[in-house]
Protein backbone atom coordinates (compact mmCIF):
# COMPACT_ATOMS: atom_id res chain seq x y z
CA UNK A 1 0.00 0.00 0.00
CA UNK A 2 1.00 3.48 -0.81
CA UNK A 3 2.27 5.75 2.05
CA UNK A 4 0.35 8.45 2.59
CA UNK A 5 0.51 11.35 5.57
CA UNK A 6 -0.36 14.86 5.52
CA UNK A 7 0.00 17.73 7.53
CA UNK A 8 -3.17 19.85 9.48
CA UNK A 9 -2.36 23.14 10.17
CA UNK A 10 -5.38 25.72 11.36
CA UNK A 11 -5.27 28.71 9.79
CA UNK A 12 -5.62 30.30 13.07
CA UNK A 13 -2.26 32.07 12.89
CA UNK A 14 0.70 32.20 11.45
CA UNK A 15 3.28 29.01 11.36
CA UNK A 16 5.90 29.08 13.44
CA UNK A 17 8.94 26.79 14.16
CA UNK A 18 6.63 23.93 15.79
CA UNK A 19 4.80 24.29 12.79
CA UNK A 20 7.74 24.01 10.48
CA UNK A 21 8.72 20.83 12.15
CA UNK A 22 5.99 19.02 12.26
CA UNK A 23 5.46 19.60 8.27
CA UNK A 24 9.36 18.62 7.53
CA UNK A 25 8.96 15.80 9.29
CA UNK A 26 5.62 14.81 7.58
CA UNK A 27 6.88 15.83 4.26
CA UNK A 28 10.09 14.16 4.61
CA UNK A 29 8.58 10.72 5.73
CA UNK A 30 6.68 10.45 3.04
CA UNK A 31 9.65 11.65 0.26
CA UNK A 32 11.45 8.38 2.05
CA UNK A 33 8.98 6.05 1.47
CA UNK A 34 7.99 7.47 -1.90
CA UNK A 35 4.32 8.52 -0.80
CA UNK A 36 1.92 11.00 -0.98
CA UNK A 37 2.05 13.90 1.19
CA UNK A 38 -1.32 16.35 1.89
CA UNK A 39 -2.30 19.40 3.42
CA UNK A 40 -5.58 19.40 5.74
CA UNK A 41 -6.53 22.89 5.97
CA UNK A 42 -7.98 22.13 9.67
CA UNK A 43 -10.35 25.44 9.35
CA UNK A 44 -13.49 23.84 10.90
CA UNK A 45 -13.21 27.12 14.02
CA UNK A 46 -14.65 29.86 11.11
CA UNK A 47 -14.85 32.72 14.40
CA UNK A 48 -10.80 32.06 13.85
CA UNK A 49 -9.72 31.23 10.68
CA UNK A 50 -8.86 33.17 8.23
CA UNK A 51 -7.88 33.40 4.45
CA UNK A 52 -5.28 35.22 4.72
CA UNK A 53 -3.43 33.09 7.39
CA UNK A 54 -4.14 30.34 4.99
CA UNK A 55 -2.67 32.23 2.41
CA UNK A 56 0.74 32.67 4.53
CA UNK A 57 0.66 28.58 5.38
CA UNK A 58 1.04 28.30 1.70
CA UNK A 59 4.09 30.71 0.88
CA UNK A 60 5.54 29.45 4.00
CA UNK A 61 5.16 25.84 3.23
CA UNK A 62 6.58 26.55 -0.14
CA UNK A 63 9.66 28.87 1.56
CA UNK A 64 10.41 25.52 3.56
CA UNK A 65 10.41 23.53 0.18
CA UNK A 66 7.54 21.52 0.55
CA UNK A 67 5.05 20.54 -1.81
CA UNK A 68 1.70 18.60 -1.60
CA UNK A 69 -0.75 16.72 -3.51
CA UNK A 70 -3.65 18.48 -5.33
CA UNK A 71 -6.47 19.69 -4.02
CA UNK A 72 -5.57 20.93 -0.96
CA UNK A 73 -7.95 19.46 1.67
CA UNK A 74 -10.57 21.87 3.73
CA UNK A 75 -12.56 20.72 6.61
CA UNK A 76 -15.23 23.88 5.80
CA UNK A 77 -16.20 22.01 2.51
CA UNK A 78 -17.54 18.31 4.19
CA UNK A 79 -20.04 19.73 6.68
CA UNK A 80 -21.80 16.67 4.68
CA UNK A 81 -19.77 14.07 5.65
CA UNK A 82 -19.81 14.65 9.51
CA UNK A 83 -23.78 15.36 9.21
CA UNK A 84 -23.84 11.88 8.00
CA UNK A 85 -21.65 10.54 10.58
CA UNK A 86 -23.57 12.05 13.05
CA UNK A 87 -26.30 11.03 12.55
CA UNK A 88 -25.12 7.43 12.19
CA UNK A 89 -23.82 7.73 15.64
CA UNK A 90 -27.40 9.16 16.86
CA UNK A 91 -29.29 6.28 15.22
CA UNK A 92 -27.04 4.10 17.26
CA UNK A 93 -28.18 5.99 20.53
CA UNK A 94 -24.50 6.97 21.14
CA UNK A 95 -25.22 11.01 21.40
CA UNK A 96 -26.99 13.55 23.36
CA UNK A 97 -26.97 17.35 23.33
CA UNK A 98 -25.22 19.41 26.37
CA UNK A 99 -26.15 23.15 27.35
CA UNK A 100 -23.60 22.98 29.52
CA UNK A 101 -20.87 25.94 29.42
CA UNK A 102 -17.07 25.47 30.44
CA UNK A 103 -17.77 27.48 33.59
CA UNK A 104 -20.84 24.71 34.92
CA UNK A 105 -18.29 22.20 33.62
CA UNK A 106 -15.69 23.60 36.08
CA UNK A 107 -17.90 24.21 38.88
CA UNK A 108 -19.11 20.89 38.83
CA UNK A 109 -16.28 18.99 38.56
CA UNK A 110 -14.34 21.84 41.71
CA UNK A 111 -17.38 21.35 43.86
CA UNK A 112 -15.64 21.11 47.36
CA UNK A 113 -15.58 17.15 48.69
CA UNK A 114 -15.53 17.34 52.50
CA UNK A 115 -15.09 20.78 52.59
CA UNK A 116 -11.53 20.17 50.13
CA UNK A 117 -11.83 22.09 47.01
CA UNK A 118 -10.77 19.30 44.16
CA UNK A 119 -9.13 20.14 40.81
CA UNK A 120 -11.26 19.11 37.73
CA UNK A 121 -9.79 15.87 36.31
CA UNK A 122 -8.48 16.74 32.46
CA UNK A 123 -8.33 14.58 29.45
CA UNK A 124 -7.15 14.68 25.74
CA UNK A 125 -10.54 16.35 25.70
CA UNK A 126 -10.05 18.60 28.64
CA UNK A 127 -12.08 18.38 31.50
CA UNK A 128 -13.77 15.24 32.16
CA UNK A 129 -17.73 15.78 31.28
CA UNK A 130 -19.14 15.35 34.65
CA UNK A 131 -22.07 13.95 32.82
CA UNK A 132 -24.74 16.86 33.79
CA UNK A 133 -26.63 16.54 30.79
CA UNK A 134 -26.19 12.52 29.48
CA UNK A 135 -29.76 11.41 30.09
CA UNK A 136 -31.11 14.24 27.98
CA UNK A 137 -32.08 12.85 24.06
CA UNK A 138 -30.82 13.97 20.58
CA UNK A 139 -34.55 15.27 19.92
CA UNK A 140 -34.54 17.62 23.45
CA UNK A 141 -31.65 19.54 21.79
CA UNK A 142 -31.74 23.18 21.58
CA UNK A 143 -30.14 26.01 19.40
CA UNK A 144 -26.57 26.54 20.87
CA UNK A 145 -26.07 23.09 22.76
CA UNK A 146 -23.25 21.02 21.65
CA UNK A 147 -23.27 17.54 21.18
CA UNK A 148 -21.64 14.18 23.38
CA UNK A 149 -20.82 10.91 23.26
CA UNK A 150 -21.84 8.67 25.03
CA UNK A 151 -18.52 6.94 26.39
CA UNK A 152 -19.78 4.64 28.16
CA UNK A 153 -22.41 3.49 25.91
CA UNK A 154 -20.35 4.00 23.07
CA UNK A 155 -17.83 1.24 25.14
CA UNK A 156 -20.60 -0.99 25.74
CA UNK A 157 -21.66 -0.84 21.96
CA UNK A 158 -18.31 -1.88 20.85
CA UNK A 159 -17.80 -4.72 23.10
CA UNK A 160 -14.14 -5.54 23.49
CA UNK A 161 -12.88 -2.47 23.05
CA UNK A 162 -8.92 -3.62 24.09
CA UNK A 163 -8.75 -5.44 20.90
CA UNK A 164 -9.12 -2.28 19.10
CA UNK A 165 -5.03 -1.79 18.46
CA UNK A 166 -3.17 1.33 16.45
CA UNK A 167 0.89 1.09 15.58
CA UNK A 168 2.57 4.03 17.60
CA UNK A 169 5.78 5.13 16.71
CA UNK A 170 7.99 8.06 18.29
CA UNK A 171 9.27 9.12 21.17
CA UNK A 172 5.76 8.79 23.49
CA UNK A 173 6.43 4.98 22.64
CA UNK A 174 6.72 2.81 19.99
CA UNK A 175 4.82 -0.31 19.29
CA UNK A 176 1.45 -2.00 19.07
CA UNK A 177 -0.98 0.62 21.49
CA UNK A 178 -4.74 -0.63 22.43
CA UNK A 179 -7.75 0.54 23.80
CA UNK A 180 -8.72 0.57 27.61
CA UNK A 181 -12.23 0.48 28.46
CA UNK A 182 -11.69 2.09 31.89
CA UNK A 183 -9.94 4.94 30.61
CA UNK A 184 -12.13 5.70 27.80
CA UNK A 185 -15.02 5.90 30.55
CA UNK A 186 -12.76 7.48 33.10
CA UNK A 187 -9.85 9.14 31.70
CA UNK A 188 -11.29 10.40 28.41
CA UNK A 189 -15.62 10.99 29.22
CA UNK A 190 -18.16 12.07 27.34
CA UNK A 191 -16.11 13.85 24.64
CA UNK A 192 -18.10 17.09 22.34
CA UNK A 193 -18.60 16.20 18.82
CA UNK A 194 -19.86 18.60 17.68
CA UNK A 195 -20.21 22.86 19.47
CA UNK A 196 -22.15 25.83 19.33
CA UNK A 197 -19.58 28.01 19.19
CA UNK A 198 -17.51 26.81 16.25
CA UNK A 199 -19.95 25.84 13.62
CA UNK A 200 -20.25 22.21 13.50
CA UNK A 201 -18.23 19.12 13.63
CA UNK A 202 -15.52 19.10 16.13
CA UNK A 203 -11.36 18.13 15.77
CA UNK A 204 -11.92 14.22 16.79
CA UNK A 205 -14.90 13.61 14.60
CA UNK A 206 -13.41 15.80 11.22
CA UNK A 207 -9.64 14.65 11.54
CA UNK A 208 -10.93 10.51 11.66
CA UNK A 209 -13.49 11.52 8.73
CA UNK A 210 -10.26 13.26 6.99
CA UNK A 211 -8.00 11.24 7.09
CA UNK A 212 -10.06 8.17 6.57
CA UNK A 213 -10.93 10.27 3.07
CA UNK A 214 -7.66 11.15 2.36
CA UNK A 215 -6.64 7.30 2.30
CA UNK A 216 -3.77 8.51 5.55
CA UNK A 217 -1.57 5.23 6.50
CA UNK A 218 0.33 7.42 8.68
CA UNK A 219 -0.59 10.52 10.75
CA UNK A 220 2.23 12.18 11.73
CA UNK A 221 1.35 14.98 14.02
CA UNK A 222 2.85 16.44 17.63
CA UNK A 223 2.92 13.96 20.74
CA UNK A 224 0.40 16.46 22.38
CA UNK A 225 -1.71 14.56 20.70
CA UNK A 226 -0.77 11.26 21.33
CA UNK A 227 -3.34 10.99 24.34
CA UNK A 228 -6.16 11.72 21.67
CA UNK A 229 -5.39 8.41 19.57
CA UNK A 230 -7.23 6.71 21.80
CA UNK A 231 -10.61 8.80 20.88
CA UNK A 232 -9.88 8.86 17.32
CA UNK A 233 -9.31 5.08 17.13
CA UNK A 234 -12.67 4.68 19.11
CA UNK A 235 -14.58 6.92 16.58
CA UNK A 236 -12.74 5.14 13.56
CA UNK A 237 -14.47 1.44 15.11
CA UNK A 238 -17.90 3.00 15.67
CA UNK A 239 -18.10 4.44 11.86
CA UNK A 240 -16.27 1.89 10.32
CA UNK A 241 -13.23 3.76 8.64
CA UNK A 242 -9.25 2.22 8.74
CA UNK A 243 -6.82 2.98 11.14
CA UNK A 244 -3.76 4.84 10.32
CA UNK A 245 -0.81 3.97 12.51
CA UNK A 246 0.17 7.32 13.90
CA UNK A 247 3.88 8.99 14.59
CA UNK A 248 3.88 11.25 17.24
CA UNK A 249 6.81 13.42 17.36
CA UNK A 250 8.45 15.92 19.52
CA UNK A 251 7.45 19.15 19.84
CA UNK A 252 9.70 22.19 19.91
CA UNK A 253 10.17 24.26 22.90
CA UNK A 254 11.39 27.54 24.26
CA UNK A 255 14.49 28.03 26.43
CA UNK A 256 12.26 27.77 29.34
CA UNK A 257 11.09 24.26 27.97
CA UNK A 258 7.51 25.72 27.09
CA UNK A 259 5.66 24.79 23.97
CA UNK A 260 5.90 27.24 20.97
CA UNK A 261 2.36 26.87 19.64
CA UNK A 262 1.38 27.51 23.40
CA UNK A 263 2.94 30.72 23.34
CA UNK A 264 1.53 33.80 21.77
CA UNK A 265 4.55 35.48 20.99
CA UNK A 266 5.94 32.40 19.15
CA UNK A 267 8.32 34.19 15.97
CA UNK A 268 6.53 33.17 13.25
CA UNK A 269 8.72 30.85 9.87
CA UNK A 270 7.74 34.29 8.33
CA UNK A 271 9.80 36.48 10.37
CA UNK A 272 12.62 34.53 10.30
CA UNK A 273 12.35 34.84 6.42
CA UNK A 274 12.12 38.42 6.43
CA UNK A 275 15.18 38.79 8.39
CA UNK A 276 16.88 37.12 5.39
CA UNK A 277 16.99 33.67 6.99
CA UNK A 278 17.27 30.47 4.67
CA UNK A 279 15.12 27.60 4.91
CA UNK A 280 18.51 25.70 5.60
CA UNK A 281 18.65 28.03 8.67
CA UNK A 282 15.25 27.06 9.96
CA UNK A 283 15.79 23.63 9.03
CA UNK A 284 18.78 23.91 11.45
CA UNK A 285 16.71 25.94 14.52
CA UNK A 286 14.61 22.41 14.70
CA UNK A 287 17.18 19.63 14.63
CA UNK A 288 16.87 18.97 11.04
N1 LIG B 1 -5.02 21.27 13.41
C1 LIG B 1 -4.61 20.27 14.36
C2 LIG B 1 -3.43 20.81 15.15
O1 LIG B 1 -2.69 21.63 14.62
C3 LIG B 1 -4.24 19.00 13.61
C4 LIG B 1 -3.95 17.85 14.45
C5 LIG B 1 -3.68 16.57 13.65
O2 LIG B 1 -2.73 16.56 12.86
O3 LIG B 1 -4.40 15.60 13.84
O4 LIG B 1 -3.28 20.50 16.31
Known amino acids: ?16 LGHAYSALTAFERAQARDGAFHLRMDDGDTARCRPEWEALIYADLRWLGITWADPVHHVTARGDIYDAALSRLEALGLLYPCGCRRRDIHNALSA ?15 MVYPGTCRTRSMPSARDGDAVRLNMTRAVAHLGDVCALTWMETGPFGTGQQRLNADQLRTGVGDIVLSRRERGGAAYHLTVVLDDAALGVTEAVRGMDLAEATQIHRLLQALLDLPTPDYHHHDLIRDAQGKRLAKRADAKAISKFRDEG ?7 AMVGL
Do not use: K, N, W
Not at 6 to 16: I, N, Q, V
Not at 112 to 126: C, I, K, L, R, S
Not at 277 to 283: E, I, K, M, W, Y
Open 277 to 283: LTPQDVR
Open 112 to 126: PQEGVPVDPATGPDG
Open 1 to 16: MRYVTRFAPSPTGPLH
